[in-house]
């Protein structure tokens, strides 16, 4: 079965900081894998995803995620955190075999400050 | 661009009682997800659904949850006798594809048993 750990259910950042989600998977196949962000009142949007070729990602609104299989790790940066990215950001890794359904970490806020 | 919809926003209902919580997918998808979030909890992967029938389902979906596409538009979830354990906030998902592609998500329902 897979799994994902997301380290730290909350993290604080000052605008302008290096943002660093950090994400642990395991997964039996080549894993997909995915982050997502969630502000209030609102469903889960695709930051980026990596499924081949490679490891370093680039998604929306300045993030990055670079996968490392020696690490089982999909780690979330933002160079300079904006205030705008006060959300819960959840990695995720889908199963093929299974109708790609997503299996999802526990999330992490991330406040930020001014 | 096109979104997910989902309705009502929040139900609340008495124990033992039926509940139909309604997605509208976006339009050209061809599979659709409910996932779960308990408040304080992890999204969890509830039921898949491809030509018009489940594809995956999880242990938590047991014979008082069904799914159903009953037009062309509309995807729903029923649970038939709700339980307090049932309070949660729910997710419709659709995609185009059944490979690594995005899921998109709907702003959920929070479904609240008393």
Known sequence: ?114 | EPEVTQTPSHQVTQMGQEVILRCVPISNHLYFYWYRQILGQKVEFLVSFYNNEISEKSEIFDDQFSVERPDGSNFTLKIRSTKLEDSAMYFCASTSGGGPYEQYFGPGTRLTVT
């Open chain 1, 1 to 114: 079965a897979q799994s994902v750990t997301q380290l730290g259910s909350h993290v604080s950042v000052s605008e302008g900081a290096l943002v660093l989600l950090r994400c642990n998977y395991s997964s039996s196949v080549p894993p997909y894998l995915f982050w997502y962000v969630q502000y209030p009142n609102q469903g889960l949007q695709l930051l980026l995803k990596y499924t081949t070729g490679a490891t370093l990602v680039k998604g929306i609104n300045g993030f990055e995620a670079e996968f490392k299989k020696s690490e089982t790790s999909f780690h979330l940066t933002k160079p300079s955190a904006h205030m705008s990215d006060a959300a819960e950001y959840f990695c995720a890794v889908s199963d093929q075999a299974a109708g790609n359904k997503l299996t999802f970490g526990g999330g992490t806020r991330v406040l930020v400050k001014p």
